[in-house]
Structure formats: structure tokens, C-alpha cells
């Protein structure tokens, strides 16, 4: 499996060469081409990333998630809701990688096979990064008007999360 895993990009890219050389386009003209089009692209992608990624660091060190889920943990202690899987479910929507950091982190705890674990990987795998791809894709091509994209997003996170909370107890 390692050897495919590792042919598979290589082979792709031979692929793409045969596929242009047997339609007669120049491969190598149209590759610089079309580096030449992304580069100024990168350059508008640079500062919405910077700018999110400046804001995520800040909200995490700062600690107010940790004096929030504090003052919320006797609300979520009566309606069951385990108080360990917030952290997840709270930094999904702000960075895919943060996510699964924590992620990572409850696998090292509680093991993959518990129930914290498991129910972390559902909301994981079932939500999105909706700010990441707010900040970065729409500031990219320039849409202002995210009101609705953003509510639609996080509301689209939070059902991922409750549903979690209520299917994942039926099966585990």
C-alpha cells in the first residue's frame, strides 16, 4: 500500500503529460502559464490568511476559551453534555488543524476507542472550517457581504454538533 501511496502523485503527473503531449498542447508552456496566473493569487490569499491566522492565535492565547468553557460548565454538566469535547467543536469552525490538534490530543488521553474520543471525531469529520473559509476564499476574490455565508456556516457547524450529541449516545 506504501509503494502505491507513494507512485500515486507521479503517476498522475505522467499521466497529465501523455494526456496534453497525445491532444498536441505544449505541457511545460502551459504549466508556466498557469504558475504565472497563480502567483498573484498567492499574493492575495497572503493577508487573509495572516489576518486569521493573527486573530485564531490571539482568541487561543488569550484564555478567555478556557474562562468561557468554565462559566458554562454547570449549564452543560445538567443538560450531559461532556465538557471535554467543546474545545473541538468550538475550534473546528476556526482552524481545521487546531481541530484536530485537540483531536489528537483526546486521542492520547481517553484513547480512540472512548466515548469522548469518538464523539470528537464525529463533530470533527461532520462540521467545517467555516471561519478559515470565510477569511481565506472570500477574502481572496473580494466578497464583502459574508453576513449570510457566515450564519449559514456556523449554524450548519452547530447542527453537526447537536446531532452528534444526540446520535452518537444511540451507537457508542
Same mark, same amino acid.
Given at each position: 500500500m506504501k509503494i502505491l501511496s507513494n507512485l500515486f502523485i507521479p503517476v498522475l503527473v505522467l499521466t497529465v503529460i501523455i494526456y496534453g503531449v497525445k491532444k498536441k498542447v505544449n505541457v511545460y508552456d502551459s504549466f508556466v502559464n498557469g504558475a504565472k496566473e497563480s502567483l498573484p493569487m498567492a499574493i492575495n490569499m497572503f493577508t487573509p490568511l495572516l489576518a486569521m491566522i493573527f486573530g485564531i492565535?490571539?482568541? =487561543?492565547?488569550?484564555?478567555l476559551i478556557d474562562e468561557v468553557f468554565q462559566f458554562l460548565k454547570p449549564i452543560f454538566y445538567l443538560i450531559n453534555i461532556p465538557l471535554e469535547i467543546l474545545p473541538v467543536a468550538v475550534m473546528r469552525p476556526l482552524s481545521g488543524s487546531f481541530g484536530l490538534a485537540l483531536l489528537n490530543d483526546m486521542f492520547t488521553v481517553y484513547g480512540p476507542d472512548n466515548y469522548l474520543s469518538i464523539l470528537a471525531s464525529i463533530i470533527q469529520g461532520s462540521s467545517d472550517t467555516t471561519?478559515?473559509?470565510? =477569511?481565506l476564499y472570500f477574502g481572496t476574490v473580494g466578497i464583502k457581504k459574508i453576513k449570510y455565508a457566515l450564519w449559514a456556516g456556523l449554524l450548519a457547524d452547530l447542527t453537526a454538533v447537536i446531532l452528534s450529541l444526540l446520535i452518537v449516545p444511540l451507537f457508542f
Amino acid at each position: 500500500m506504501k509503494i502505491l501511496s507513494n507512485l500515486f502523485i507521479p503517476v498522475l503527473v505522467l499521466t497529465v503529460i501523455i494526456y496534453g503531449v497525445k491532444k498536441k498542447v505544449n505541457v511545460y508552456d502551459s504549466f508556466v502559464n498557469g504558475a504565472k496566473e497563480s502567483l498573484p493569487m498567492a499574493i492575495n490569499m497572503f493577508t487573509p490568511l495572516l489576518a486569521m491566522i493573527f486573530g485564531i492565535n490571539i482568541f =487561543t492565547n488569550s484564555g478567555l476559551i478556557d474562562e468561557v468553557f468554565q462559566f458554562l460548565k454547570p449549564i452543560f454538566y445538567l443538560i450531559n453534555i461532556p465538557l471535554e469535547i467543546l474545545p473541538v467543536a468550538v475550534m473546528r469552525p476556526l482552524s481545521g488543524s487546531f481541530g484536530l490538534a485537540l483531536l489528537n490530543d483526546m486521542f492520547t488521553v481517553y484513547g480512540p476507542d472512548n466515548y469522548l474520543s469518538i464523539l470528537a471525531s464525529i463533530i470533527q469529520g461532520s462540521s467545517d472550517t467555516t471561519l478559515y473559509i470565510i =477569511t481565506l476564499y472570500f477574502g481572496t476574490v473580494g466578497i464583502k457581504k459574508i453576513k449570510y455565508a457566515l450564519w449559514a456556516g456556523l449554524l450548519a457547524d452547530l447542527t453537526a454538533v447537536i446531532l452528534s450529541l444526540l446520535i452518537v449516545p444511540l451507537f457508542f
